[in-house]
């Protein structure tokens, strides 16, 4: 009977993951799960809050809710984009009817739809992320 070949175990690579999200319970829940998939979280309740730690951080992906108070979602991304460039995963999250093309258009890479579906969300992050363009 022929063995199949041994291989180990690689867990996803833990990721630096900013959270955007005005729901208080949502953005708690989402931070305790990524947390257990051991990725590091930052969260921020609103837009501007939410632009201005990733530009600070500098967070290898964002998971960004579209119907955001003080700056909305895709105005979200737009700004993460400029000032990160495509080093950084960003995936929208929303419990609303968004055109697929205008949520691309701003910059994500992926739109997931509320409920999160965990095992997609999972999946995006454990996939290899861009890495920095070089200047030069």
Do not use: N
Request: hydrophobic share 45%.
């Amino acid at each position: 009977m022929p063995h199949e070949p041994f291989i180990p175990y690689q867990p996803p690579p833990c990721r630096r993951v900013l959270l955007v999200e005005d729901s208080p319970a949502l953005r708690e829940s989402l931070r305790v799960l990524l947390q257990l998939w051991g990725h590091r979280v930052e969260a921020a309740g609103d837009g501007l809050a939410g632009v201005r730690l990733g530009l600070e951080w500098h967070p290898e992906a964002g998971i960004i809710d579209l119907d955001l108070p003080l700056l909305g979602g895709l105005e979200v991304a737009r700004r993460l984009r400029d000032g990160l460039g495509e080093a950084v995963l960003l995936i929208a999250l929303t419990g609303l009817v968004q055109a697929e093309d205008q949520v691309r258009e701003s910059g994500f890479d992926a739109h997931l739809r509320k409920p999160a579906e965990v095992d997609r969300l999972y999946c995006l992050l454990a996939r290899p992320i861009r890495p920095p363009a070089r200047s030069g």
